[in-house]
């Protein structure tokens, strides 16, 4: 599987962005497939994840209620819509799939494969 992120980009505190990772190479169905957030300075941070045999959302207490991850098999295509955006989520976002859950969801050592990266920079 090869991940593609998109959607980053500036916006100002209190808006709104969409990201999307596009799989390809084979279907995400089944594959948990998620988020991961990098400040300057700063390790990977977990943002939310979406288990793919079950739906089940798991989400960082940092963006819950503000951040919703969803899926389109279909596309082959992992969103995470971003609303009321705070300065302190500027970070550049990596998308990430694991065939198989992991209980441990929210450590990055987790995931093997992981898509290039896009900005997202909320100014104040």
């Known amino acids: 599987v090869q991940l593609q992120a998109s959607g980053g980009g500036l916006v100002q505190a209190g808006g709104s962005l969409r990201l999307s990772c596009a799989a390809s190479?084979?279907?995400?169905?089944?594959?948990?497939m998620g988020w991961f957030r990098q400040a300057p300075g700063k390790g990977r941070e977990f943002v939310s994840v979406l288990r793919g045999s079950t739906g089940a959302k798991y989400y960082a207490d940092s963006v819950k209620g503000r951040f919703t991850i969803s899926r389109d098999t279909a596309k082959n295509t992992v969103y995470l819509q971003m609303n009321s955006l705070k300065p302190e989520d500027t970070a550049v976002y990596y998308c990430?799939?694991?065939?198989?859950?992991?209980?441990?969801?929210?450590?990055?050592?987790?995931?093997?494969?992981w898509g290039q990266g896009t900005q997202v920079t909320v100014s104040s």
């Open positions: 990430t799939a694991r065939p198989i859950h992991n209980v441990q969801y929210w450590d990055d050592k987790q995931y093997d494969i």
């Open positions: 190479g084979r279907t995400i169905r089944g594959y948990t």
